[in-house]
């Protein structure tokens, strides 16, 4: 049986697709690596008794997964509120890409002390929230839960 692998790392450098994508494996953070230098909060010793995956109303469907019983009632628990794929469809992706853009500008405008520069990135900021705002209540934001479904 192999070893509960919840998050990827007892196969590979851990998840590739970090809340579906939105974010590469260099956000993981710190959670493979405790001071002993081998466990983290990540890493199950325990042995696998499910394989399972998460998959939502529309179809989206995350990647098979060997788990332990604690770890299917976390996910089931905690991990299963929304499915990532859409809440975060290409159109907020896109959306949310420009407002990190427009709120980095409005720091160097910020700092350089230029009102006028700031105050119109603030107007193009407000629009592109309405924006995000448009997408949510025509429901191309959705927020959809996930079912763990187990794998024979």
Same mark, same amino acid.
């Given at each position: 049986?192999?070893? +509960?692998? @919840? $998050?990827? $790392? =007892? &196969?590979?450098?851990?998840?590739? /697709?970090?809340?579906?994508? %939105? $974010?590469?494996?260099? $956000?993981?953070?710190?959670? &493979?690596?405790?001071?002993?230098?081998?466990?983290? @909060? =990540? #890493?199950?010793?325990? @042995? =696998? &008794?499910?394989?399972?995956?998460?998959? +939502?109303? %529309?179809? /989206?469907?995350?990647? #098979? *997964?060997?788990?332990?019983?604690?770890?299917?009632?976390?996910?089931?628990?905690?991990?299963? !509120? &929304? +499915?990532?794929?859409?809440?975060? @469809?290409?159109?907020?992706?896109?959306?949310?890409?420009?407002?990190?853009?427009? *709120?980095?500008? *409005?720091? !160097?405008?910020?700092?350089?002390?230029?009102?006028?520069?700031? /105050? =119109?990135?603030?107007?193009?900021? !407000?629009?592109?929230? /309405?924006?995000?705002?448009?997408?949510? !209540?025509?429901?191309?934001?959705?927020?959809?839960?996930?079912?763990? #479904?187990? #794998?024979?």
């Amino acid at each position: 049986m192999p070893r +509960c692998n @919840p $998050y990827g $790392y =007892a &196969t590979d450098a851990g998840p590739k /697709h970090l809340m579906g994508g %939105f $974010y590469g494996p260099e $956000y993981a953070g710190n959670q &493979t690596v405790l001071p002993d230098g081998v466990h983290g @909060p =990540a #890493i199950c010793e325990r @042995p =696998a &008794t499910v394989r399972a995956r998460m998959v +939502c109303a %529309f179809d /989206h469907v995350g990647p #098979i *997964m060997d788990l332990c019983q604690q770890h299917v009632r976390e996910l089931q628990s905690r991990m299963s !509120d &929304t +499915c990532t794929r859409c809440v975060w @469809p290409e159109e907020a992706r896109g959306l949310d890409e420009s407002m990190n853009r427009v *709120m980095r500008s *409005m720091a !160097d405008a910020r700092a350089d002390g230029d009102l006028p520069r700031l /105050h =119109a990135l603030n107007s193009s900021l !407000d629009d592109l929230r /309405h924006a995000m705002d448009e997408l949510r !209540d025509r429901g191309v934001i959705r927020k959809v839960p996930l079912t763990l #479904i187990e #794998i024979s």
